[in-house]
């Protein structure tokens, strides 16, 4: 048992570890319905091994019910929907392939599909079977395809839905580009934009069959309610990600207080929120919090190893564990029970047991590699791949490496260029070596690409076009195609990109400023749109080394306002006041630190050596002052400034950017509008 690391404690429960399979992928891991016979239920899970295995828990320990051989990776389990008549069956995706299990283990269906890519998720919906794949979206019914649709980026999740004729079946999808459509009879239907970029999706319970309604678990940890009324489809965001990890799972857990939805993150952490099932657009509270110290992959709830709720779940490694009551897990039992008692050291010697086997197993290992390393026979030394769950943070600090501690599951590194100045004409390109402890001394190599406009991760509508800014234009012509085009970009900006057709269009929004880009491109020509007249700059040099670098012949030309920079610096005005506030207010909580005073000086209203200010200022935690971004509007200003002159043809000079710099540093509005006008 390992203890849980709680922020709320509205709900007492304890972990208690299962067993261990393979490395598992999102939504691999599924509870069975209940039985007449018993109330206990069994849960299967597939892993990257490709085994699947169907498991009940008996006196805390797994009991097998069937498992098949290993085989290609488990992708995505799902069992039928209950809206059908088979609710015991259990679907599992390995590449290109769909097998159907029966409880017992039996093979019942087998078909190899027509998608082109690995089925990353499914559903099932009474004989309709959904299959996501890279871009496409496929719709199968009894074995047969009916349709696949192309989505304009990668899909990431679909749940569907009856239609009131029961005829047709409504396909509510994720898009990578943070898009949810609706898909019906293989024609898009609806679509919405939604900012938090939906990851993973999950219907409620307590809806109508055809009422197109569902919870989404967004890229920024956030939660919300995506919804089909009136002929419109939209979203509410009911929780904030407020720093959480992304979210790579959500399920359902039900217990005497009602219905919760189980949150699954990247960040390790597990939530549990109470819902309003008669007002879902109610804001979820929170009633429980779990740190794993890895990445959850799946959670569910259901009574597994007692006759009361529990919340199971799943991690990257392979972990399966359990989340249920305190007074229910046997290390917090009164030792009176001699019946838990005796199972517990039944399966203390169990452990025992399997421990020395283990340590047997490394041991004949270790010698069967040395004599191999010592024989006169040619042959070859290839460790087994290490797998690691990693991702690319959009946050903007730099953290050092450090040396792990033994038994490190976690490492959080963040990674960032700093243009100080600097030219960029391409992505930087970051090789890390994982080495794990033992003999032989082996690494992992994971390649990381940091884009020049790191900033650009947030996806918007073309709509955005229509705001009254002062826009910076770029066309690019030549003979180029479009997938050139598409991979120079993606040398300045984060994320995945459209995959190629005839015509391309899409915008990005800037995470600290706001400012937009818009870009448009087909064979031969692009066009290029931003109120960041750096942004343009940039783009500007990445295109042009990229044109260098493959002999292609390229005209660029810029369209600039005359008066950009002080219209620009008016839309940040305010929001620049407030980071120096902020900063200032940083700045003068370091300072009153640094100085030597006891809890006297601080609070003796007689002997008072700080005014009321600056004692609010002292008594703020270190979590309640806010990070600011003062020093990046500085730079941010500046680069105005030396970009309009250099896309405008206009001479700067060093002593010019000297006097902004310190106008600019101590928040002189007036004079930082009196520059950036004198010099139009």
């Known amino acids: 048992m390992v203890p849980s690391i709680n922020l709320k404690m509205d709900y007492d429960l304890a972990r208690i570890d299962y067993t261990l399979c393979g490395i598992t992928y999102p939504d691999a891991l599924k509870i ?24 009940s828990i008996k006196d805390e320990e797994p009991v097998v019910q069937f498992k098949t051989l290993p085989g290609k990776s488990i992708t995505s389990v799902q069992l039928a929907s209950s809206s059908g008549n088979s609710v015991d069956k259990i679907f599992a995706a390995s590449g290109n392939e769909v097998k159907g299990y029966t409880k017992k283990g039996k093979v019942f269906l087998s078909i190899e599909t027509s998608v082109a890519e690995t089925i990353t998720s499914m559903c099932v919906l009474g004989s309709d079977l959904v299959l996501c794949s890279g871009r496409t979206v496929t719709l199968y019914r009894d074995l047969q395809e009916v ?128 819902i309003n099932t008669d007002n879902l657009r109610e804001k979820p509270r929170l009633k429980f919090t779990y740190f794993s110290g890895e990445p959850v992959t799946s959670v569910c709830g259901g009574c597994i190893g007692t006759d009361e709720p529990e919340l199971l779940a799943a991690t990257f490694s392979g972990r399966i564990f359990g989340l249920r009551s305190r007074r229910l897990v046997s290390g917090n039992i009164s030792s009176s029970n001699t019946k838990t008692v005796d199972a517990f050291v039944t399966r203390r010697s169990k452990l025992e047991t399997e421990i020395a086997r283990l340590e047997k197993q490394t041991v004949h290992e270790r010698e069967k590699y040395q004599r191999n390393t010592h024989s006169m026979f040619p042959g070859i030394s290839a460790p087994p791949l290490l797998d690691i769950q990693y991702e690319e943070s959009k946050n903007t600090e730099l953290l050092a490496t450090v040396r792990c501690q033994a038994g490190t599951r976690r490492l959080w590194l963040r990674m960032r260029v700093l243009s100080l100045g600097e030219t960029h004409m391409e992505g930087t390109r970051v090789l890390i070596y994982i ?14 690409h940091l884009p020049t406009l790191p900033h650009y991760s947030k996806y918007k509508p073309l709509e955005v076009e229509d705001k009254n800014c002062s826009w910076c234009e770029m066309r690019v012509s030549g003979g180029f195609s479009v997938a050139e085009m598409t991979s120079w970009l993606a040398e300045a900006l984060p994320g995945e990109l459209p995959r190629p057709a005839n015509n391309v269009a899409f915008a990005r929004s800037h995470n600290i400023l706001g400012t937009s880009l818009i870009c448009r ?75 030597d005073l006891n809890d006297v000086s601080k609070n003796d209203e007689n002997q008072q050596m700080l005014c009321k200010d600056y004692l609010k200022i002292l008594q703020q935690s270190d979590d309640e002052v806010e990070e600011t971004n003062f020093e990046e509007l500085i730079e941010t200003v500046k680069s105005w400034y030396m970009d309009w002159c250099k896309l405008s043809l206009n001479h700067f000079h060093s002593n010019e950017i000297m006097t902004l710099q310190n106008a600019l540093e101590i928040c002189k509005v007036e004079d930082v509008e009196e520059i950036l006008t004198f010099k139009h």
């Open 435 to 448: 080495l794990p402890a033992g003999a032989p001394r082996v690494a992992r190599l994971i390649k990381l």
């Open 521 to 595: 491109y087909q064979r031969g020509l692009a066009v290029f749109k931003s109120d960041n007249i750096s942004t343009i700059a940039v783009l500007k040099d990445v295109i042009s080394n990229c044109c260098v670098k493959r002999s292609i012949r390229a005209d660029v030309s810029c369209d600039i306002p005359e008066n950009y920079c002080i219209i620009s610096f008016n839309n940040i005005k305010e929001k620049f006041k407030m980071e120096y506030n902020k900063n200032k207010e940083i700045e003068i909580q370091k300072a009153i630190r640094s100085l």
């Open 32 to 55: 069975l319905p209940v039985t007449e016979q018993k109330s206990q239920q069994k849960f299967v899970v597939g892993d990257k091994n490709g085994v699947l295995q169907c498991l």
């Open 147 to 274: 349709y696949c649709y192309l989505c304009d980026d990668r899909v990431l999740d679909a749940v569907a839905f009856a239609t009131p004729n029961n005829i047709r079946v409504r396909l509510l999808v994720l898009i990578a580009n943070k898009e949810a459509v609706i898909i019906e009879n293989g024609n898009l239907y609806k679509r919405t934009y939604i900012a938090a970029g939906p990851t993973r999706i999950t219907v409620p319970s307590c809806l109508h069959a055809t009422d197109v309604c569902a919870f989404y678990g967004g890229a920024d940890g956030s939660i919300g309610l995506i919804f089909y009324e009136e002929s419109d489809l939209s979203s509410k965001c009911l929780v904030e990600g407020c720093g959480l990890g992304s979210v790579m799972c959500i399920g359902w857990f039900y217990n005497s207080s009602g219905t919760h939805l189980a949150v699954g993150r990247h960040d390790g952490s597990i939530q549990l929120y109470l």
